[in-house]
């Protein structure tokens, strides 16, 4: 261990300035490896089983070998700059890799018999004057679905993909055959199968000749409110430009969701793993929408799926994620409320007002159990859960909350009072206990517990390197070997030398002993019971019996703010009318 020691107090601001705590001193962590990275490294990414780095960069992608930090392959493109890469396994040693480059085209990958095959492009340009750009692309694990946020000529709206995995792998062997057959001495020229637009989901418009059923219902008021707030919200000359584009092209995020077994689904048997469902929503709007993910359309137009259900809130949703079981949706709402819902049985499992003022969510999170496969998550009505939510100032909390318990939230960072403590990075580390990874503008980097709120220790490169990017470090953490990779840059002001003397840096926690105490140990899942369905109801009554008292808490909260808003807008109205009484 380096003998380098740090002020906590001093590096989070913890405590009240009029009651400040002794100073701690908390050990750095030792790297473990470093290695010479591709020109312009602008994206790491690490497989779930940990045999792998993807690193996207200036002319191409790698892949690496996660233990010897050995290149295995590489695809080279000339005047391409990847600027985004994903990985999942789809067969024992064989992988898709998923990139969009700075032009905004989306590429699939295969990696097999150490070699990288471009099976497809997803965006083709095919009409010069009808751009399509990628702003997401996402590939579910596993590589059967894929979804990506599109935009052209001003709009935005979401696909989802479904790609021929099984018939990929069989190419994949048949050209790794090929060429291992001494015989064959010319190139290879296979036509790869192609993928599958599943639909086309646009941001919702105002129904017109239908029935006014109450998903519909739900839709349009959602519509008609989101109108009128962008109408009503008051911009100055500086983001006059800003509101008219978020107003014109609303932004799109989606989940992926698996299965919710028991009487509540359509009773069709679905492999194990592979998603039933897509979660949508888009920006100024206070519905989550979900969509089935039916068999492929058999015609191209046919693609414009309308929603399945319908999660309708109180406030505009600002940030989502799901469980890794995706049987809990979590959505960070305006007014700092955080709501969480039950798929199964179509309620909120808690309502949770974080305390404080002009909280803006910027980052939601699950803080979930990675020791036991996703389909082995026992999340509902058994445990209660925590997220890590982020918000724009800065702030950090931890909330916890769960059918039949009292919620709770809890401030691990505070707002910084210098920008460059801005943290760029705030992410649970998966293979550790309630343990936080934070990164800081000014390149500080540090592991914080949420239970005690205390830092575990401190993180740091070599005096001659820098993190690199501060503002968006490139780097990925492997939860199999325990592990962070990131990306730093020497210490130099030519700005081309820095991109030729990038590192990849590694911190190996399982072998520092100030990490081990908090390491997850695996735990054995607890067989999870659906019961009938008359069950299930007298489980969530019973569950909201006794969350009474949490609810009414909430409510309470809600109602105060309320009454102080009134009152505020009553001194405004009552100043404005002074005011033109003067004026006459």
Wanted: proline content about 6%.
């Amino acid at each position: 261990m380096l003998p380098k020691t740090k002020d906590t107090a001093e590096m989070l601001g913890a405590g009240k300035e009029d009651a400040r705590p002794e100073p701690v001193l908390v050990p750095f962590l030792e790297l473990t490896g470093v290695a010479q990275l591709p020109e312009n490294t602008n994206c790491l990414t690490c497989t779930a089983d940990g045999r792998f780095l993807g690193l996207a960069h200036n002319q191409g992608l790698s892949v690496w070998c996660a233990s010897s930090f050995t290149r295995v392959a590489e695809w080279l493109q000339s005047q391409l700059e990847l600027i985004f890469i994903q990985m999942t396994r789809i067969a024992e040693m064989t992988y898709l890799l998923g990139t969009v480059d700075d032009m905004g085209v989306a590429k699939v990958f295969g990696f097999h018999s150490d070699d990288i095959h471009l099976l497809s492009i997803i965006n083709i340009m095919e009409d010069v004057t009808v751009r399509s750009i990628f702003l997401t692309f996402d590939l579910h694990e596993g590589g059967h679905y894929g979804a990506a946020s599109v935009s052209c000529n001003g709009v935005v709206w979401l696909e989802v993909y479904q790609f021929p995995v099984e018939l990929w792998l069989r190419e994949l062997e048949m050209v790794s055959s090929q060429k291992k057959d001494e015989n064959l001495t010319e190139g290879l020229d296979i036509k790869w199968s192609p993928f599958t637009l599943m639909m086309k989901i646009s941001p919702p418009t105002l129904p017109t000749g239908k029935p006014l059923d109450f998903l519909t219902h739900c839709l349009t008021v959602d519509i008609i409110r989101s109108s009128r707030l962008h109408k009503e919200q008051p911009s100055s000359s500086s983001d006059a430009a800003t509101t008219k584009k978020t107003h014109e092209s609303p932004s799109c995020t989606q989940h992926f969701l698996l299965p919710c077994h028991g009487p509540t689904g359509d009773g069709t048997e679905n492999p194990a793993g592979l998603p039933v469902a897509v979660a949508v929503w888009w920006s100024g709007s206070t519905s989550l929408l979900q969509y089935l993910l039916q068999k492929p359309p058999k015609n191209k137009s046919d693609v414009t799926p309308m929603p399945e259900m319908l999660w309708p809130n109180a406030k505009e949703i600002l940030c989502s994620a799901v469980s890794r079981c995706t049987y809990l949706i979590a959505l960070g709402l305006k007014d700092a409320m955080v709501c969480i819902w039950n798929r199964q049985s179509g309620a909120p499992v808690s309502i949770v007002l974080v305390p404080g003022e002009t909280i803006a969510f910027s980052r939601i999170q699950f803080v979930d159990n990675w020791s036991v496969p996703a389909q082995d998550c026992v999340t509902v009505g058994t445990e209660p859960v925590r997220m890590l939510t982020s918000c724009k100032n800065g702030a950090i909390y931890m909330v916890t909350a769960g059918q039949g318990m009292r919620s709770s939230s809890i401030q691990l960072f505070q707002r910084p009072k210098d920008s460059r403590d801005l943290p760029t990075v705030a992410i649970p580390v998966p293979f550790l206990q309630a343990v936080s990874l934070i990164m800081q503008r000014s390149g500080n980097m540090f592991l914080t517990e949420a239970i005690s709120r205390e830092t575990v220790c401190y993180l740091t490169l070599p005096t001659s390197h820098q993190t690199a990017s501060l503002y968006n470090p490139v780097y990925t953490l492997n939860a199999e070997q325990r592990a962070l990779f990131i990306r730093g840059d020497q210490e130099t002001s030519d700005l081309l030398e820095r991109r030729n003397q990038s590192q990849l840096f590694v911190f190996y926690f399982s072998q520092s002993d100030i990490i081990k105490p908090h390491i997850d140990c695996p735990r054995q899942p607890t067989a999870r019971h659906h019961g009938t369905l008359e069950e299930i109801c007298n489980v969530y009554l019973e569950q909201r019996a006794q969350s009474v008292d949490d609810r009414n808490k909430a409510l309470e909260q809600t109602w105060g703010k309320m009454q102080k808003t009134a009152s505020a807008l009553q001194r405004t109205r009552r100043s404005r009318k002074h005011q033109k009484n003067l004026n006459k």
